[in-house]
């Protein structure tokens, strides 16, 4: 069941992205340097996104949620993330969960060490 929490995680973030997006793609600045307000937009969108692990855990989660998007902005152009958003979510996750898998690690063992304190 373990397992199973970590996998809906992942789901929840890459699921995340296809909402963060449109978001993303409306910004009046240009489309291949990441903002400012897009950082946060996907910042905000990743913790909303994580609900019962945000209300948890929320440090844990909004370190993880700068992480991950720290490392989607430094593999990817904004416009890159906004085409890779409208791919399945399966074709998302492929493309995606490499840029950020230290991040989701990282996360998974803080969490884990959370829980036995």
């Known amino acids: ?14 699921a995340a992205s296809y909402g963060i997006y449109s978001g993303v793609e409306q910004l009046k600045y240009g489309r291949e340097i990441w903002t400012v307000e897009s950082r946060g937009i996907l910042i905000d969108k990743c913790m909303q996104d994580a ?3 945000a209300a948890k855990y929320r440090e844990l989660t909004f370190e993880y949620c700068v992480c991950s998007t720290e490392k989607i902005q430094a593999e990817f152009t904004q416009q890159e ?3 890779i958003g409208k791919e ?6 492929e493309k995606l969960l490499p840029a950020f898998k230290s991040c989701l690690t990282n ?3 803080k969490v884990n060490q959370a829980k036995t304190n």
Not at 1 to 14: N, Q, R, S
Not at 88 to 93: A, R
């Open 81 to 83: 993330y906004i085409e």
């Open 51 to 53: 609900k019962e692990m």
């Open 88 to 93: 399945s979510i399966e074709k998302q996750e």
């Open 107 to 109: 996360y998974q063992q």
């Open 1 to 14: 069941m373990a397992g199973k929490h970590w996998i809906i995680i992942v789901i929840i973030i890459i």
